[in-house]
């Protein structure tokens, strides 16, 4: 049950983080990969050297590679070989069988569909749906169907129907448009 460091780093911050590292967990033996040098095989000599149980060390998770890709593969290689992984500055243990249980869980998240399908069945976007058709904006003042009615009945006209009510000329155009009472299919509200 070792502990082995592994930084990947440029130079002037290895050593620093190093110290760092070791002030949480004791290191037995460093692998450590120089940015400068370009792609190394230090990770791969790491693996190699890994006995199940062991505990990998590291500054930052960001060190096992420069992409989500390759920090998820190289989680993956680091579990089938059933080793702990300590991350300093995350301040984070992951015994071998949780690192298990997280990369299970980006696996299913790598299955999903990039672009959900659209809403369906599913009750969640009903629910959504049905939101949005209650009113967001301040209450009416009146009853649309009404003041249509009372316009219609005394022939009145858009300014007359918005001074009866009180309410503006748009109010009146908007009720007028939007009120169903009373209208025989065919016909389309005076305006």
């Not at 590679?65 to 989680?75: M, P």
């Not at 998240?109 to 058709?133: K, L, Q, V």
Request: proline residues 5%; glycine residues 6%; hydrophobic residues 35%.
């Amino acid at each position: 049950m070792a502990v082995v460091g592994y930084l990947r780093k440029g130079e002037v911050k290895l050593k620093k983080q190093r110290e760092t590292v070791e002030t949480g967990v004791p290191v037995g033996r460093w692998f450590q990969e120089k940015l400068e040098d370009g792609e190394t095989r230090v990770f791969d000599k790491l693996l190699n050297y890994l006995w199940p149980e062991d505990t990998v060390a590291l500054f930052d998770l960001h060190d096992l590679g420069s992409s989500a890709d390759e920090i998820v593969s190289r989680l993956r290689k680091l579990s089938k070989k059933k080793v702990s992984v300590y991350c300093h500055l995350q301040g984070i243990k992951l015994p071998a069988n949780a690192l298990k249980a997280v990369l299970a869980v980006v696996g299913v998240i790598e299955s999903m569909p990039a672009n959900p399908a659209p809403c369906g069945s599913d009750s969640s976007c009903e629910e959504n749906n049905h939101r949005a058709e209650r009113p967001t904006g301040r209450r009416r003042k009146i009853d649309y169907d009404l003041l249509y009615r009372w316009r219609e009945e005394n022939r009145a006209s858009i300014l007359e129907t918005a001074s009866h009510f009180d309410v503006s000329v748009a109010t009146v155009k908007r009720a007028c448009r939007e009120s169903t009472s009373g209208l025989p299919p065919d016909v389309s509200p005076v305006v």
